[in-house]
Structure formats: C-alpha cells, structure tokens
C-alpha cells in the first residue's frame, strides 16, 4: 500500500529513521508545505526510491511574501517531469475558523496560481480544502478542466461530495476512518475507486492510534475498516486502494 499523503520532512530526525525502518508499506506521496519543505520532500524523494515529492504551499498558515509563492512556482516548473504534484494547496478553513475576520482573498488568488500550474504542467493536485471551501475549489477546478484532483482528508455535504464523484475527484481517507462516524459515512458513499489512504503524518490520532508517533504503516488499519464498512475482503481493499494511488500518481511512470 501507499501513503498517499504525509508530511515526511514534518517528523523529527530519529522518529524518520525509525519510520524508514519499520516500513511495511510500498511507499508515500510526501507533500510540502512552503519553499524550504519542497526542497526537504525534494532530497526526500532523492534518498529513498519509496518516497515521491509534491511541492506546493499549504494555506493554514499566513501569507508569505510572493517571492515565497514564486520560488515554488519557479521549482515546479523546472521539476515538473519529476514531481508527482502540485501540493498541498488549497484554502485556510481551520485559520479562518480562529479568526474570521481573516480576508482570504490573497489565499484564493495563491491558489489559482497553483490551479493554472497544474493545467500548464499536467500534473495531479493535492488539495486542502473542507467543508465550504471544497464547492469553492470545485468551482476553480472546473473553470480550469482540471481532471486530476485529491481532496486529502475530504470533509463534506453530500451535494459536494456527489459534484466530486460526478467530477471523479479522488478523496483519501486517514486513520480517524476507525471512530469519526462522520467519515464512516463518507466511505459508504464515495466509489472505492475514488479512495486513497493516507496518515497525514506526523498528524497524530485518537481511538486506538491514541498517544502513538503517526507512522505511514497506520494505512493499514485504515484499509482494514474501509473493508469493513464496504463489506469487502481486506486483501481487495488494499489492491484497489494501492492501484488508485498508482494510478492517480502515474507512480508507475516513474522508477
Ligand atoms: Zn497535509
């Protein structure tokens, strides 16, 4: 299976050896945050055949200079045959939350820079967005035709959730899939075919992940209540799940 989002350059160096060490799993998408975690993910990607970088700059945090933004367009399109896409992206729904007179138009504008990035260069994108924000980024990506979008640990109403499998937006589903009945709900609704499994790590869990370092082998338990909320075996989950994120990330392209 593979960790289809996680933060690797996030983890402290001795718990990213140990990680490393204790793999079960095929491999990860990491993804980045601002400039500095693209080139981290970057060398990441370098080091370990498993690991596939995305770059991009996540919206819950405050607005960088646009110098920031630019470096990371710049890296995109120099590694753009190389990078398994643009992420994570998306609109800062928990800030926004904390701080409502937050103006969010310069997030929007970020990105549909990012947007525009993905249709020039072809490449999946790797999406944050919740709850409203998720119709709004809905709408950008229709007005670019973009095809290829994950929506990484998707929380939403049903009319969106439908647009999204109307769209065949991928969505990826976290180890809180064992005690949130909110995304049990999801599971049963969306296509399997539409599902990734991710930790998000080193974002950390509850329930029986509680108190425990996030490590990408969580996947598998996430895998093993999808199959039981789909009412299918665990070995068929974990291959369509694999084949999904392959698939997704034309990870098959690369080496
Ligand atoms: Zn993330």
């Not at 045959?81 to 992420?87: K, P, S, V």
């Not at 329930?207 to 999808?226: D, V, W």
């Not at 075996?233 to 690369?254: A, M, P």
């Amino acid at each position: 299976m593979i960790d289809a989002h996680i933060h690797l350059d996030w983890y402290q160096p001795n718990e990213l050896q140990e990680l490393i060490h204790t793999l079960k799993i095929d491999g990860m998408i990491t993804v980045a945050s601002d400039f500095k975690s693209c080139q981290r993910a970057w060398q990441l990607a370098q080091t370990y055949p498993f690991v596939y970088a995305t770059f991009g700059w996540h919206p819950e945090q405050a607005l960088p200079a646009a110098q920031e933004i630019n470096h990371i367009l710049e890296a995109i399109e120099q590694k753009s045959q190389d990078i398994a896409a643009i992420g994570e992206v998306g609109l800062p729904y928990y800030t926004k939350l904390k701080n409502p007179s937050l103006d969010t138009a310069p997030y929007h504008a970020v990105l549909e820079q990012f947007v525009q990035a993905a249709k020039k260069y072809d490449l999946p994108i790797v999406l944050h967005a919740v709850y409203e924000d998720a119709s709004v980024v809905c709408d950008l990506l229709e007005k670019y035709q973009i095809k290829r979008a994950h929506f990484h640990w998707f929380k939403g109403d049903s009319t969106t959730i439908n647009r999204m499998i109307g769209n065949q937006y991928m969505i990826s589903v976290t180890p809180d899939c064992w005690y949130e009945a909110e995304i049990q709900s999801l599971i049963k609704q969306y296509p399997l075919e539409l599902i990734m499994a991710e930790t998000d790590g080193p974002w950390s869990f509850k329930g029986p992940f509680q108190n425990q370092m996030t490590h990408p082998n969580m996947i598998l338990e996430a895998g093993k209540k999808i199959a039981e909320i789909k009412q299918l075996t665990v070995q068929t989950v974990q291959e369509q799940l694999t084949r999904n994120t392959i698939d997704f990330y034309g990870l098959n392209d690369r080496n």
